[in-house]
């Protein structure tokens, strides 16, 4: 059972429009939520996170929703870059009850952004 | 600061085989985790150490284990290696202390199985 997806497994965009990554969940002990970036053959590297008692966090040109409601989130990178062609993993975490350093992960969408 | 390191970054090995990978974390973070990627499952959690103590541990069979160092440095170890073990195996550090503690990936090792 899979409690995090991602269920576009590509997106292509231009570069200088904005990039939109759905991620959605069902576990609703998960409470902190990641966005990870990978570029092959490099271990994934954090982005941008966001706790559940906030519905939006902006760091630069990304920016993470949360619609707790919905259980979903989403990340906006505006504008995309053709450096930001990446697989992008959803990570979420449940923090409260000792579990808070296991991440599970979505399996990932893959960005390519086209000059 | 240096970042997490993992050893070694390629293996082969054949079925029935063992094998043990090795990780150094960030210095100063007491946390290890660590991670298995396949095509199909994704990202999946094996574990966590902290302390020289399992903390955590994901839905791995008993083949898979692991231990942690006074150091922090961790090791992992997989025995009767399946042609399904092969993956690449992620570890990720993170700092004690914080209600929520980032984790920092090292560059994993890639395993295969033949």
């Known amino acids: 059972d899979q409690q995090v997806k991602q269920n576009s497994p590509s997106l292509s965009v231009q570069e200088g429009r904005i990039s939109i990554l759905n991620c959605d969940y069902t576990?609703?002990?998960?409470?902190?939520f990641l966005w990870y970036k990978k570029y092959p053959a490099e271990g994934p590297t954090f982005l941008i996170s966001?706790?559940?008692?906030?519905d939006k966090n902006e760091d630069g040109r990304f920016t993470v929703f949360l619609n707790k409601s919905a259980k979903h989130l989403s990340l906006h990178i505006v504008p995309s870059q053709p450096g930001d062609s990446a697989v992008y993993f959803c990570a979420a975490s449940a923090t409260r009850g000792g579990s808070n350093y296991k991440l599970t992960f979505g399996k990932g969408t893959l960005l390519t952004v086209n000059p | 600061k240096a970042g997490v390191t993992q050893t070694p970054r390629y293996l082969i090995k054949t079925r029935g085989q063992q094998v043990t990978l090795s990780c150094s974390p960030i210095s100063g973070h007491r946390s290890v985790s660590w991670y298995q990627q396949t095509p199909g499952q994704g990202l999946q959690f094996l574990f966590e150490y902290f302390s020289e103590t399992q903390r955590n541990k994901g839905n791995f069979p008993g083949r898979f284990s692991g231990r942690q160092f006074s150091n922090s440095r961790s090791e992992m170890n997989v025995s009767t290696l399946e042609l399904g073990d092969s993956a690449l195996y992620l570890c990720?550090?993170?700092?004690?202390?914080?209600?929520?503690?980032?984790?920092?990936f090292g560059p994993g090792t890639r395993l295969t199985v033949l």
């Open positions: 990720a550090s993170s700092f004690e202390g914080r209600t929520y503690n980032e984790q920092f």
């Open positions: 966001i706790s559940s008692i906030k």
């Open positions: 576990n609703s002990m998960f409470d902190y």
